[in-house]
């Protein structure tokens, strides 16, 4: 006997950066009705602040779709949306808040791709937050929104382990591949009532806050340790820096070494450019100047010298 194949769906999809693109791309793969892709509007991106579409737009208007970008989503955003009955919706990475209506108007929902395993990290940058702290694996949680922040029913969640050393740009290339093929499971599971949601536990949450620019300076006065994971956890945004002679020096990558004791935080003690922490060294492995091109360190500094015993400003006290 065949085996049936599973329902095609009408969707809206609802994201913006690569991620959700991934994402977007697998539900086109299995033949869903993609009816309508909500994204943000174009936004300046780039040394040029050329206005650039997001990478969901840019594939859905590859692909024919329509594509609707508002700044918010208003009363008109809402009857249009409600107005196209889709069977479900697919969030992933929006940046949008869904107002009541539209998580209420879909048949089976609105389903969004979360990457974390609920209700750990929570919130805007669970991928950053999670290599951040330290965290030795993630995921992607399949969940049913609803009106709270990351709070509603888990239909699918699946483990991920973070290899030591890993960047934040090759953490989201993983977890989209781990989204695009769970959120393909969890609607086809879904059109045939075959999923149950459960409820997220009261302990556990953690939020995952948005990122700020301000946060890629190197404070000194920190373990070495959490400076290398904020190295990799902010590779993308908003990158890590340290300040020398009144210019920002971007640190690409790190490792960590040891410090004698007694050495001031910020302190250059060799020629390398090994630098004292609160608890241990950081030594930089790829550095760059801002407009120039990105250098392994011993090559930056036959450049760019940065003397022995210098001592470089923490931010915490500068």
Same mark, same amino acid.
């Given at each position: 006997?065949?085996?049936?194949?599973?329902?095609?769906?009408?969707?809206?999809?609802?994201?913006?950066?690569?991620?959700?693109?991934?994402?977007?791309?697998?539900?086109?793969?299995?033949?869903?009705?993609?009816?309508? =892709?909500?994204?943000? @509007?174009?936004?300046?991106?780039?040394?040029?602040?050329?206005?650039?579409?997001?990478?969901?737009?840019?594939?859905?208007?590859?692909?024919?779709?329509?594509?609707?970008?508002?700044?918010?989503?208003?009363?008109?955003?809402?009857?249009?949306?409600?107005?196209?009955?889709? *069977?479900?919706?697919? =969030?992933? !990475?929006?940046?949008?808040?869904? @107002?009541?209506?539209?998580?209420?108007?879909?048949?089976?929902? #609105?389903?969004?791709?979360?990457?974390?395993?609920? @209700?750990?990290? &929570?919130?805007?940058?669970?991928?950053?937050?999670?290599?951040?702290?330290? $965290?030795?694996?993630?995921?992607?949680?399949?969940?049913?929104?609803?009106?709270?922040?990351?709070?509603?029913?888990?239909?699918?969640?699946?483990?991920? !382990?973070? @290899?030591?050393?890993?960047?934040?740009?090759?953490?989201?290339?993983?977890?989209?591949?781990?989204? !695009?093929?769970?959120?393909?499971?969890?609607?086809?599971?879904?059109?045939?009532?075959?999923?149950?949601?459960?409820?997220?536990?009261?302990?556990?949450?953690?939020?995952?806050?948005?990122?700020? &620019?301000?946060?890629?300076?190197?404070?000194?006065?920190?373990?070495?340790?959490?400076?290398?994971? %904020?190295?990799?956890?902010?590779?993308?945004?908003?990158?890590?820096?340290?300040?020398?002679?009144?210019? &920002?020096?971007? =640190?690409?990558? %790190?490792?960590?070494?040891?410090?004698?004791?007694?050495? !001031?935080?910020?302190? =250059?003690? $060799? *020629?390398?450019?090994?630098?004292? #922490?609160?608890?241990? %060294?950081?030594?930089?492995?790829?550095?760059?100047?801002?407009?120039?091109?990105?250098?392994?360190?011993?090559?930056?500094?036959?450049?760019?010298?940065?003397?022995? $015993?210098?001592?470089?400003? #923490?931010?915490?006290?500068?």
């Amino acid at each position: 006997m065949a085996l049936r194949p599973p329902p095609k769906l009408r969707l809206a999809f609802l994201g913006t950066p690569a991620f959700a693109a991934r994402i977007l791309g697998a539900l086109i793969e299995a033949g869903h009705e993609i009816a309508a =892709v909500y994204t943000q @509007p174009p936004r300046p991106a780039g040394r040029g602040h050329r206005v650039t579409p997001s990478p969901v737009q840019e594939l859905a208007e590859a692909r024919g779709i329509a594509v609707v970008a508002p700044a918010k989503l208003d009363s008109g955003s809402i009857a249009k949306f409600t107005a196209l009955e889709f *069977d479900a919706a697919v =969030v992933a !990475a929006y940046g949008l808040i869904l @107002p009541t209506a539209m998580l209420a108007s879909p048949r089976l929902g #609105c389903l969004n791709v979360h990457a974390s395993l609920l @209700p750990r990290w &929570r919130g805007a940058a669970p991928i950053e937050r999670a290599l951040l702290a330290g $965290d030795r694996d993630t995921g992607i949680s399949i969940m049913r929104m609803d009106e709270g922040l990351d709070t509603g029913p888990v239909l699918l969640a699946e483990r991920l !382990a973070i @290899p030591p050393g890993m960047g934040a740009a090759a953490l989201y290339r993983e977890l989209a591949e781990l989204g !695009a093929r769970l959120i393909v499971a969890a609607l086809a599971a879904a059109a045939e009532g075959k999923l149950s949601p459960k409820p997220q536990p009261a302990d556990g949450a953690t939020y995952a806050r948005k990122l700020r &620019r301000e946060e890629g300076a190197l404070d000194w006065l920190k373990p070495a340790a959490a400076l290398e994971r %904020a190295v990799r956890a902010f590779e993308i945004f908003p990158g890590t820096y340290f300040t020398h002679g009144g210019e &920002r020096i971007r =640190v690409l990558a %790190a490792t960590v070494a040891e410090a004698p004791s007694g050495a !001031a935080p910020g302190t =250059v003690l $060799d *020629d390398t450019l090994t630098i004292a #922490c609160g608890d241990g %060294a950081l030594r930089p492995t790829q550095l760059q100047r801002a407009g120039r091109a990105a250098l392994a360190t011993p090559e930056f500094l036959r450049g760019y010298p940065i003397p022995r $015993d210098t001592l470089l400003p #923490c931010p915490a006290t500068s």
